[in-house]
């Protein structure tokens, strides 16, 4: 038994509502191919009211909970494949910190996974335009009217970065491509450190179901990043897991390119939209539970585990 909200399943897919450490904790060893995820933010980004949200800690009780978490995504992760984790720098602020800089969460992920005794695959960084982010977080850093000001205070922009790594062991399901599958070109441009090609409003980000309070996501995960990771380095067939699924972005894309997926998203309005851009209806007339009034229920693992 697992502390699960609601759970839908179709042949290739299954989207559950609930705490990821719950889920992936009740997911067999060595089952996934490949997962990828943004985490959430600690204490940046409302996502949810409820206490089991990593978002809503900070310091030290979101890296004991998150550790936890990715301590369990090696253990399901088959040996010699991938995990890749989005993220970006933190900014900081007065209200929050006490002073205006960065926070290295990005050093801090390849640290809490290196710890896990995962291995450091490789890095990815995502370009963002500079004026972009300005108009649309005033981050003083970045406006122009700052080196008026003072500009020893202006700052270049961050970027966005697609850590991966990779689980000890020889990888029982090698992922071969051909050169026609896979031709030089497209490696190359996939094979450098930076991307500068990502269309930032490449996401399911516009049909997704926010609530009012909602605030804006700062690191939204676009879909050729997805496309990007699961085109390289998984099989057809393979299963995708993402425990921070969101709207279903992970998902989507999983299935737009013939794989399978395993979603877990806490939040009731983010797994509805989830549910349905995974191309199912929602159950209607479901009473929607309180965040924090959970629902002791059975995981249902499907057949995805079984048709591997």
């Given amino acids: 038994m697992t502390n699960l909200i609601d ?5 290739r897919w299954a989207m559950y509502q609930g705490d990821s450490v719950d889920v992936v904790g009740a997911l067999p060893n060595n089952s996934i191919h490949y997962q990828i995820h943004s985490p959430p933010f600690p204490n940046l980004y409302t996502y ?5 949200d990593m978002g809503n800690s900070d310091g030290e009780v979101f890296w004991e909970h998150y ?24 900014p900081t602020s007065k209200q929050h910190q006490g002073y205006i800089g960065l926070r290295d969460f ?12 995962l291995i450091w695959h490789s890095e990815a960084a995502i370009w963002k335009n500079p004026v972009t982010t300005a108009v649309r977080t005033k981050a003083l850093g970045l ?38 599958s896979f031709p030089v070109k497209e490696w190359q441009e ?26 804006k996501h700062i ?7 997805i496309r990007r990771g699961v085109r390289l380095w998984t099989n057809p067939g393979d299963v995708v897991l993402s425990p921070f699924a969101g709207i279903g972005s992970e998902g989507y894309v999983a299935l737009e390119k013939g794989r399978k997926f395993i979603g877990v998203e806490l939040k009731r309005s983010y797994w509805e939209q989830a549910v349905a851009n995974l191309g199912a ?23 995805l585990m079984e048709a591997q």
């Fill in 7 to 11: 759970q839908q399943h179709a042949p």
């Fill in 48 to 52: 949810s009211a409820s206490e089991r």
């Fill in 67 to 90: 550790r936890y978490l990715i301590s369990e995504q090696a253990r399901v992760c088959m040996p010699g494949r991938l995990i890749s984790v989005h993220c970006m720098p933190i």
């Fill in 106 to 117: 990005r050093g801090e992920i390849i640290k809490a996974h290196e710890d896990a005794g």
């Fill in 143 to 180: 406006l122009h009217k700052q080196l008026k000001k003072d500009s020893c205070m202006s700052r270049q922009g961050v970027n966005d970065y697609l850590l991966t790594f990779r689980k000890p062991g020889e990888n029982p399901e090698p992922v071969s491509h051909t050169d026609d």
């Fill in 190 to 215: 996939m094979a450098s450190p930076c991307w500068t090609d990502i269309n930032p409003s490449d996401t399911l980000q516009y049909r997704s179901a926010r609530s009012e309070e909602d605030e």
């Fill in 219 to 225: 690191c939204p995960l676009q879909l050729e990043v």
């Fill in 281 to 303: 209806p929602v159950r209607p007339n479901k009473p929607k539970q309180p965040q924090k009034d959970v629902e002791t229920r059975q995981l249902d693992l499907c057949d």
